[in-house]
């Protein structure tokens, strides 16, 4: 049976598919997903499309030429998570190593597997000793290869290190692949050395260049901070394919991180894009961001922090009196409504008479002016004692039952 090409059809209906890399660049992050972890993460992740999770996510599941336990993580996730995702496989631009990936996803629905191929001369010099255009020429092998092997998979082909290769030639390159059977061409920036001025070019001149029937897909490193920027001038030059990694985590700095793209192309289209424009079948849960995020951290080691954006401790977190009375005034976003944020406020060296009034009640204490004057003043010197802002709940709970009880003695 022939699966048709759902991934290619959502972004030539310009609709966005997202390809997922935490689980197979990450891994050149110094992380390690356990098979299990990878199953799971590949069906959450797909569930928050509902119906249409394969679709608009292809999940890059491993690269089976590492070894044995790579190779069964990678079929495990296009096994059992096939009809949340479209499952990838990863592989050399060797004929060993693509029918060994295209045998690791065989048998799953929308399987496809992505031959990294290199297009720059530089590039090709490292990886096979020729040059960008032998390299490409013999891809055209390599994806014929994947369609006639009678295995339904879909190749993809990712053009590593394209902003240093000739965009005439990768053009001509993304159209003959895509004529023979290639289902996406990946544009990877392989050392992050891209400006968001280039970006949107770079883009755009490939999309005028190449056949109308070319699907490009961003693989964007984050080395100088503009992995997310150079995303979205991609998208803004009418890409609909964009590669992500949960928390940023891949390759030295890391690439664009999923959530924060997921929520940019779901929340803020509208001002990205103009109005009207429809990125999705099914539009994610944004909800889901927060408890991805941290299910990937604790399997991964990675922090979230307070200054991580979208999924950040800090998020949806009040500490000072303006911003307690009128938090819409001082935030981007209702955390609650779309992230499912509960707001906290935090009792820090910078609390307000409301503030502390508001955790006080928080944990059952109603306080008379004068107990409220002291313990502000407790609050803040504790803090400076302890070097830390934040006074956790338990030890603001045992200051003021310490109060109470001197008062009661007294």
């Not at 990125?279 to 927060?290: I, K, N």
């Not at 707001?343 to 409301?354: E, F, I, N």
Request: net charge negative.
């Amino acid at each position: 049976m022939t699966y048709p090409d759902i991934v290619r059809e959502t972004a030539l209906g310009g609709r966005v598919v997202l390809w997922e890399e935490s689980a197979r660049d990450g891994a050149q992050g110094k992380t390690l997903m356990s098979a299990d972890f990878r199953v799971e993460l590949a069906r959450t992740q797909g569930a928050m499309f509902g119906a249409d999770g394969p679709r608009h996510v292809v999940f890059a599941a491993g690269f089976p030429a590492v070894c044995r336990e790579e190779f069964e993580a990678t079929r495990r996730v296009a096994l059992e998570a096939g009809d949340r995702v479209s499952p990838a496989a990863v592989c050399r631009a060797t004929p060993e190593d693509v029918l060994q990936a295209c045998r690791c996803v065989a048998g799953a629905r929308n399987a496809r597997v992505m031959i990294v191929v290199p297009a720059s001369d530089e590039i090709a010099d490292a990886m096979v000793h020729g040059t960008a255009a032998e390299a490409l020429r013999e891809a055209v092998g390599l994806v014929r290869l994947v369609v006639e092997s009678g295995m339904d998979v879909v190749p993809d082909v990712c053009f590593a290190d394209a902003p240093r290769g000739d965009v005439a030639l990768m053009a001509v390159a993304a159209t003959e692949l895509t004529a023979v059977g290639a289902g996406l061409i990946v544009i990877a920036d392989t050392t992050g050395d891209m400006l968001h001025t280039r970006a949107g070019a770079l883009f755009g001149e490939l999309r005028a260049r190449a056949g109308a029937d070319v699907v490009f897909v961003t693989h964007l490193h984050n080395d100088l901070g503009l992995g997310l920027v150079n995303t979205l001038e991609a998208v803004r030059a009418g890409v609909r394919g964009v590669s992500s990694s949960w928390l940023g985590v891949a390759e030295r700095s890391g690439m664009v991180a999923t959530e924060q793209l997921l929520f940019l192309l779901a929340y803020r289209a509208d001002e990205l894009l103009g109005a009207g424009v429809e990125l999705w079948y099914t539009a994610p849960d944004l909800t889901r961001l927060p408890v991805i995020a941290r299910m990937v951290a604790a399997e991964t080691g990675l922090p979230i922090t307070v200054t991580t954006p979208i999924v950040g401790t800090g998020v949806g977190t009040i500490s000072t009196g303006t911003p307690f009375v009128r938090p819409a005034t001082f935030q981007p976003f209702d955390p609650k409504a779309v992230l499912g944020i509960e707001p906290t406020v935090l009792l820090t060296h910078l609390a307000s008479g409301r503030v502390l009034r508001a955790v006080a009640s928080r944990l059952g204490y109603e306080l008379s002016k004068q107990e409220a004057f002291a313990a502000l003043a407790w609050v803040k010197s504790e803090a400076f004692r302890r070097n830390h802002p934040v006074i956790p709940d338990e030890v603001f709970t045992d200051y003021l039952n310490t109060l109470r009880e001197s008062a009661a003695v007294a």
